[in-house]
């Protein structure tokens, strides 16, 4: 780090500490902390409202500058006067959206937070939330705004998705038979139309693949709009990986550059290759990415927590001299640690014995105890298995 980074800061960090000081200035607001990693500042009203700001936006419309203007901006942002109350009123802006996993915890002073927005697992690393579109903002449903309405989880859910119903229909006539790779460009660039979301709409995926004839592959490389490639070949997915691996670079609330399909029940699923296929090493290089991030956001947010119940473990994307790539995590003796779902779990023994084994086979010789409501899942366990099992685990290391 240089003198001046270290002492100064980042100009995104000031911009972020800035609006931190307005947010927490007003009277409303009971907490508010700036997460800069994520550039966001999660904040929670004295009504119970969490929410999360994301800054992306505000710093490009204001190029980094702290002004009057910008600090409007958060007014409408923060507190918008337009919010619906009642259920009646609600429940025709309600929207589904795809968001990181975890991406829904706010961790609020004196209180566990984690389940506060409302959010249940959608794809591996992605979540489901449901958000309240106004004019000028979106606002995150929370569990306290279900208890207010009146209405449970899956209620919330069902309207969100029927309200993107007639959208669905809609969409489908740009898909049709045809020949040769073709891709087409859902694009949402100012988040009101939530095309990126029709994945998760109940028979819009059987009705694309009806009206093509074949499987399309989906990418999700933002938080809005999609890719859908119809007729993609072996040969031409290493390139279109490329595409969507670029399209997640620059967007800006990255989601994933993984590929996904539609299985047999017509619900969105990740592709899965053999290991000679062309683009096998993309695909592993895109799902260890996506793996990484959404952990090491929750790591970071885990550990920050004075009551976690054992050794948080990090995911490490590892990347071998011929060029494989995996993720693997540690396994400490004498302690409790909460393992993230890994390709590999490295033992590191108090003799200075270290070693890897696949996940897979440590599982079928250790119980690994799924903890709790963790969004990416963690596994708990403890000292390292006896001796025996040891001797088996170092037959079994690569």
Same mark, same amino acid.
């Given at each position: 780090?240089?003198?001046?980074?270290?002492?100064?800061?980042?100009?995104?960090?000031?911009?972020?500490?800035?609006?931190?000081?307005?947010?927490?200035?007003?009277?409303?607001?009971?907490?508010?902390?700036?997460?800069?990693?994520?550039?966001?500042?999660? $904040? #929670?009203?004295?009504?119970? $409202?969490?929410?999360?700001?994301?800054?992306?936006?505000?710093?490009?419309?204001?190029?980094?500058?702290? +002004?009057?203007? !910008?600090?409007?901006?958060?007014?409408?942002?923060?507190?918008?006067?337009?919010?619906?109350?009642?259920?009646?009123?609600?429940?025709?802006?309600?929207?589904?959206?795809?968001?990181?996993?975890? $991406?829904?915890?706010?961790?609020?002073?004196? /209180?566990?937070? #984690?389940? %506060?927005?409302?959010?249940?697992?959608?794809?591996?690393?992605?979540?489901?939330?449901? /958000?309240?579109?106004?004019?000028?903002?979106?606002?995150?449903?929370?569990?306290?705004?279900?208890?207010?309405?009146? @209405?449970?989880?899956?209620?919330? $859910?069902?309207?969100?998705?029927?309200?993107?119903?007639?959208?669905?229909?809609?969409? %489908?006539?740009?898909?049709?038979?045809?020949?040769?790779?073709?891709?087409?460009?859902?694009?949402?660039?100012?988040?009101?139309?939530?095309?990126?979301?029709?994945?998760?709409?109940?028979?819009?995926?059987?009705?694309? #693949?009806?009206?093509?004839?074949?499987?399309?592959?989906?990418?999700?490389?933002?938080?809005?709009?999609?890719? /859908?490639?119809?007729?993609?070949?072996?040969?031409?997915?290493?390139?279109?990986?490329?595409?969507?691996?670029?399209?997640?670079?620059?967007?800006?609330?990255?989601?994933?550059?993984?590929?996904?399909?539609?299985?047999?029940?017509?619900?969105?699923?990740?592709?899965?290759?053999?290991?000679?296929?062309?683009?096998?090493?993309?695909?592993?290089?895109?799902?260890?990415? !996506?793996?990484?991030?959404?952990?090491?956001?929750?790591?970071?947010?885990?550990?920050?927590?004075?009551?976690?119940?054992?050794?948080?473990?990090?995911?490490?994307? @590892?990347?071998?001299?011929?060029?494989?790539?995996?993720?693997?995590? +540690?396994?400490?003796?004498?302690?409790?640690?909460? %393992?993230?779902?890994?390709?590999?779990?490295?033992?590191?023994?108090?003799?200075?014995?270290?070693?890897?084994?696949?996940?897979?086979? @440590?599982?079928?010789?250790?119980?690994?105890?799924?903890?709790?409501?963790?969004?990416?899942?963690?596994?708990?366990?403890?000292?390292?298995?006896?001796?025996?099992?040891?001797?088996?685990?170092?037959?079994?290391?690569?």
């Amino acid at each position: 780090m240089s003198f001046l980074g270290g002492v100064f800061g980042s100009p995104r960090n000031r911009f972020g500490k800035k609006i931190l000081e307005q947010v927490r200035g007003y009277d409303a607001v009971e907490f508010a902390q700036f997460d800069a990693e994520a550039f966001e500042i999660a $904040y #929670r009203l004295t009504n119970g $409202y969490a929410a999360k700001l994301n800054l992306d936006t505000l710093y490009r419309r204001f190029d980094g500058k702290i +002004s009057a203007e !910008l600090f409007e901006a958060v007014d409408t942002l923060l507190l918008p006067p337009d919010a619906p109350e009642g259920w009646d009123e609600v429940a025709p802006k309600l929207r589904p959206v795809l968001r990181r996993a975890g $991406y829904g915890a706010v961790q609020v002073a004196g /209180v566990n937070g #984690r389940d %506060l927005v409302l959010t249940r697992p959608a794809l591996p690393y992605l979540s489901e939330l449901v /958000v309240i579109d106004l004019p000028s903002t979106v606002q995150f449903v929370t569990r306290q705004d279900l208890s207010r309405w009146g @209405v449970d989880d899956e209620q919330v $859910y069902a309207v969100a998705h029927a309200n993107l119903t007639e959208l669905a229909m809609s969409t %489908l006539t740009a898909f049709d038979p045809g020949q040769g790779v073709r891709v087409l460009d859902f694009a949402d660039d100012a988040g009101e139309n939530y095309v990126g979301s029709l994945p998760l709409v109940a028979g819009w995926l059987a009705g694309v #693949r009806t009206r093509t004839g074949g499987t399309p592959l989906f990418f999700l490389p933002g938080h809005l709009g999609m890719l /859908v490639v119809l007729g993609a070949t072996p040969e031409a997915l290493p390139q279109l990986l490329e595409l969507a691996a670029e399209r997640h670079e620059a967007a800006l609330r990255p989601l994933s550059a993984v590929p996904y399909t539609v299985d047999d029940n017509g619900d969105l699923m990740p592709l899965r290759v053999d290991e000679d296929h062309p683009a096998y090493a993309e695909i592993r290089h895109a799902q260890a990415q !996506l793996a990484v991030g959404a952990y090491r956001s929750q790591t970071e947010r885990l550990r920050a927590e004075d009551d976690r119940e054992g050794a948080i473990m990090e995911l490490l994307h @590892v990347r071998a001299p011929d060029g494989s790539e995996y993720t693997m995590t +540690s396994w400490t003796d004498g302690t409790t640690n909460l %393992l993230p779902a890994a390709d590999f779990i490295c033992f590191v023994t108090g003799e200075g014995d270290v070693f890897r084994v696949a996940w897979d086979d @440590v599982s079928g010789l250790v119980p690994l105890e799924l903890a709790g409501e963790y969004d990416p899942p963690r596994f708990r366990v403890h000292d390292h298995p006896p001796a025996e099992i040891m001797t088996q685990l170092r037959a079994l290391a690569r």
